[in-house]
Nanobody, 123 residues
Framework: QVPLVESGGGLVQAGGSLRLTCVSS????????MAWFRQAPGEERKFVGA???????HFADSVKDRFALSRDDVKKTIWLRMDNLTPEDTAVYYC?????????????????WGQGTQVTVSS
């Protein structure tokens, strides 16, 4: 069973919006920080934002005024709302589940990953 499944990516024009969804199958979901990372061609995977087990959120500077995170522990789901998208946001977006009760922006700290969903923003 795949622990994390993302959906919601697609093609959008600059200035548009998308909402990404990540559904977890892990019993520890409610005690985990959940995060989104993204990876553009030829670049390393980068932190986008995270929401902790107690609903605190933090974002990369490049997106903090445009993106928002929410979670539903009953549905074991997180959502990444992305507004005012630019071509620089084009990447594969990955959902990740962190260790219990630890907040981190470091990809190596995350223990489960989704398969990724492509976001393409046209100019």
């Amino acid at each position: 069973q795949v622990p994390l499944v993302e959906s919601g990516g697609g093609l959008v024009q600059a200035g548009g919006s998308l909402r990404l969804t990540c559904v977890s199958s892990e019993d520890t979901f409610s005690s985990q920080s959940m995060a989104w990372f993204r990876q553009a061609p030829g670049e390393e995977r980068k932190f986008v934002g995270a929401i902790t087990w107690n609903y605190n959120t933090h974002f990369a500077d490049s997106v903090k005024d445009r993106f928002a995170l929410s979670r539903d522990d009953v549905k074991k789901t997180i959502w990444l709302r992305m507004d005012n998208l630019t071509p620089e946001d084009t990447a594969v977006y990955y959902c990740a589940a962190g260790p219990r009760y630890i907040a981190t922006e470091t990809a190596a700290d995350y223990i489960s990953w989704g398969q990724g969903t492509q976001v393409t923003v046209s100019s």
